[in-house]
C-alpha cells in the first residue's frame, strides 16, 4: 500500500486499524497481515481499488548541495534522503539536477517510465524558477524563446531548441518551462540571451509539484493519481485487470 502512494508506512498502520481497508470484502484491522499475492482478488482503500505494484515511485525535493547520484567518493548525494527500507529496491533518479539546483526530482524503479520521462520523444514539461543577472528580461526575449532558437554557444556544435514557455517575474528572476532536457539546457539558455543563472529551482516536473508542507530535504510517495498521470503523459498503458499485480512475489506485507 506505502508503494501505491497511500501514506507511509505509520499512517497506514492507522488507517488499517480503523477500518478503511478490505480484501475481497472483508474489513481488515491488523496491519500485521500477510498475504500471497494469489490469495486476493481486490484491496479496497476508501471506496478505491488498488492494485499492486512492485514499482516505486518517489518525490525528493532536492536541496542545495547535493548530488544526484547514489554515491559518490567526495560530496553527499540524494541517497542520503532515501528511506533505508526502500534502498537497494533499484530506485534511481529520473535525470539529474545540478548540484545547486533544488527542487522536484523524481526517483522509481519503473525502467521504462523513467526512460520515457527522460526523453525528448515524448515533450514532458519541466518548469524552473530562476534567479538571473543582467539587464530584466522583455519581449524580444520571450518571443525568442517561443520561437525556439539554435544554440551554438559549444564548439563545431549547434542544438536546436523547441519552443520554451518564458516569463518574467520581476527585474532579477524568471520562470521557465521547456520539454527537453539537454545537459546544462536551462543554464545554456540563459546564457545565450545574456542572463546568467544565479539560481535555479524545480518547481514542476510532468505535473508533478512540491505541496508547500514539503521542506527541502523531504521525500514523499506519488499518489495513485500522479503515478497514473505520468505513466498516461508517456503513453504508457494501465491495465487494471491484472498487469499491475506482481504474481511473482511469494509473499506482501499489506502494508
Excluded: W
Excluded at 103 to 114: A, C, I, K
Excluded at 192 to 202: D, K, S
Excluded at 216 to 224: K, Y
Aim: proline residues 7%; contains cysteine; charged residues 20%.
Amino acid at each position: 500500500m506505502s508503494n501505491s502512494g497511500c501514506g507511509t508506512r505509520s499512517q497506514i498502520r492507522d488507517l488499517i486499524r480503523a477500518g478503511a481497508v478490505s480484501v475481497d470484502g472483508r474489513v481488515i484491522n491488523d496491519p500485521s497481515l500477510h498475504i500471497t499475492a494469489d490469495q486476493f482478488e481486490s484491496i479496497i482503500f476508501r471506496g478505491s481499488r488498488l492494485f499492486y505494484s512492485q514499482f516505486i515511485y518517489l518525490c525528493l525535493n532536492k536541496p542545495d548541495a547535493c548530488l544526484t547520484a547514489l554515491q559518490d567518493s567526495r560530496l553527499p548525494t540524494v541517497r542520503q534522503y532515501i528511506p533505508e527500507n526502500l534502498c537497494g529496491k533499484g530506485i534511481s533518479p529520473v535525470g539529474r539536477l545540478d548540484y545547486h539546483t533544488t527542487g522536484v526530482l523524481l526517483l522509481t524503479n519503473d525502467g521504462e517510465l523513467n526512460h520515457r520521462l527522460t526523453s525528448p520523444k515524448y515533450h514532458i514539461p519541466k518548469s524552473y524558477t530562476i534567479g538571473y543577472s543582467g539587464p530584466p528580461i522583455d519581449q524580444s526575449d520571450v518571443d525568442c524563446f517561443a520561437e525556439g532558437f539554435v544554440l551554438s554557444d559549444r564548439p563545431g556544435e549547434e542544438t536546436s531548441l523547441a519552443p520554451a514557455k518564458l516569463i518574467p517575474i520581476d527585474d532579477q528572476h524568471c520562470v521557465l518551462t521547456i520539454i527537453e532536457g539537454r545537459t546544462h539546457q536551462v543554464k545554456r539558455m540563459l546564457a545565450a540571451i545574456g542572463r546568467p543563472v544565479q539560481t535555479l529551482h524545480r518547481n514542476e516536473f510532468g505535473g508533478i509539484v512540491l505541496p508547500p508542507t514539503q521542506m527541502p530535504g523531504d521525500i514523499r510517495d506519488l499518489s495513485s493519481e500522479e503515478i497514473q498521470s505520468l505513466r498516461t503523459s508517456c503513453g504508457i498503458h494501465y491495465d487494471p485487470g491484472g498487469n499491475n499485480k506482481d504474481l511473482s512475489q511469494n509473499e506482501t506485507d499489506l502494508v
